[in-house]
C-alpha cells in the first residue's frame, strides 16, 4: 500500500503488538485502537477464521461496522512484494521446479507442521505419476517445517515462503499446479505438456478434474469441508486417505517417513533426559497469545492440574514442555523445550515414553516418530483426525464441529468455554494415563 500509494497506513493492529520490531509505522494493541483516528480499519486475513471474531471485538469497542473492511482471498492479488524462495538442496541458488525439470509440479499447503505431515501420503503417490518431476511446495513459513518432513524425498526441489501472492504469479509457468487443503484444487494444467512427457500424471489430472465437477464442493469457504468430512467418514476415510475422492488415488495409510538428522542425536543425549514425557500446550494460534479463541484448546490450568498429577504419581518421570518459543511455560514441569530446532525435537519426541497433546503438529509428528500420545480431541473430528494407536480422549457431550461453521476456531455452540474441551477433565486424562502405564508393567 505505501509502494502503490492507494492509501495512508497509520499502523497495524495486533494482539502481539509488544512482540514486534520497530516497523515504519506503529504497532498498536487492539485496546488502542480507539485512540486512532482513521477512515477504515481493514482485516487483513486470507480466509475469515479470525475476521468475525477480530470484528466483533472491534464493534464491542465502538468501533462502527462500516469502517471495518475484510475482503477475504483474491483470485488475482498484485505481487508488488514477492515470497521467498528457500534454498533446500544446498547449491545456494534460488531457481524454481520449471527452471530446471521439463516436468514441474507446484503444490500450495496451508501453513503447519501437520499440514505437511499430513499431506506427504498425498505427496508420494503424486510422486509415483512423475517420478522425473521435480515438485516445489510454497506454504506460509514453508522452511520451518517443509525441509524437515520432505527433504528425503527425491522429486522435492524447494520450499517456497509463501502467502498466496507468489504462488498466483508463478502457477502457470508450472506443468501442473494445485492447491491441496482437504480438496484438492487444480489450478494450472498444461496437458499438451504433460501428455508428452508423463501422460500418467496427465491422466490423474483430468480424473481430479472431472471428480471435482462431480463432487460440486470448493475449497472455500471453510464450510465446505464440513460435506467433504461427513462424506470421508462415511467412506471410512481419514485426514490421510480423503483425497480418495478423486479417484484418483488408492491412499490407505496413515504412516509417512521422517527424516532424522543424526547430527542432532548426540545434542539429544547430551541432554540426558532419562525416562521423560513430553507435553504440549498450545498449537498454530493457540500458541501465539491467541488461546482464549481456539475452541480446540485445552485449558492451560487443566494442562497444569494434570502435570502437578502426573509429577504426584510419577515422581521419577522427567516432565517436558515443549512447543512454540511463544507458548506459555506450564507449572509442575521439569524442562522447558520452546523454540528449539525441528530436528531436536523430532529426537526428543522419539524417545519420549508418552507425549500429551491436542490435535495438531506435534501429536502428528510424535505419533510418526513411533511415540504414543495422549490425544484430547475436541472439534477436530475423532474419525478423520486421531490415529488409532495413540490414547484418544473425545468428550461424550459434545465434540466433532470443526468445519460446520466458517470461522473453524470458534465454538460451534457459541461457548467461551467449548464443553469438549473443558469436560475432559485432568482427573479423566491422568485416569487414561495411569491404564496406559498399568498395562505397560504387566
Known sequence: MMLTKYATVLGFVDRAWDKYPQMVVPIYSPEQVRSISFDYIVL????????????????????????????????????????NSVDTTGDGGLSYAFDEAPVSIALKYGPGLGDAIIKKQLFMEIAKFAPMAKIDIYAPKASLWIPAIYRDMPNFHR??????????????KYGLSMSIFFLVQMDQVKYDLLDQYCPVL???????????????????????????????????WNCYTLYNYTGAFQLSSMQVPIPLDVRQRERWQQMHLGDYVTINYGNGASSKGQKQIVSKQWPKEYFERLAELLKQAYPHIELVQLGDKSADNLDHVDRYILGENLELVKYILKGSLLHIDIEGGLMHLATQMGTKCVCILGPTQKELFAYPQNINIV???????????????????????????????????????QQYFKEQTK
Not at 46 to 66: C, H, S, T, W, Y
Not at 406 to 423: F, H, I, S, V, W
Open 44 to 83: 487483513a486475513f486470507k480466509m475469515g477464521n479470525f475476521a468475525l471474531d477480530v470484528q466483533q471485538m472491534l464493534v464491542r469497542q465502538g468501533i462502527p461496522d462500516e469502517k471495518i473492511v475484510f475482503q477475504g482471498a483474491r483470485k488475482k492479488p498484485m505481487p508488488v512484494l514477492a515470497g
Open 159 to 172: 520450499a517456497i515462503d509463501d502467502g498466496g501472492v507468489l504462488y498466483v504469479d508463478n502457477q502457470e
Open 202 to 236: 496427465s491422466d490423474m489430472a483430468r480424473k481430479i478434474e472431472a471428480a471435482n465437477a462431480a463432487y460440486n464442493l470448493s475449497i472455500y469457504p471453510a464450510t465446505q469441508n464440513a460435506i467433504h468430512f461427513a462424506r470421508s467418514i462415511f467412506r471410512g
Open 395 to 433: 468428550s461424550e457431550k459434545c465434540h466433532g464441529c470443526y468445519c460446520l461453521y466458517d470461522n473453524t476456531y470458534q465454538c460451534a455452540r457459541g461457548l467461551e468455554k467449548p464443553e469438549c474441551m473443558y469436560d475432559l477433565t485432568p482427573d479423566k486424562v491422568m485416569n487414561k494415563i
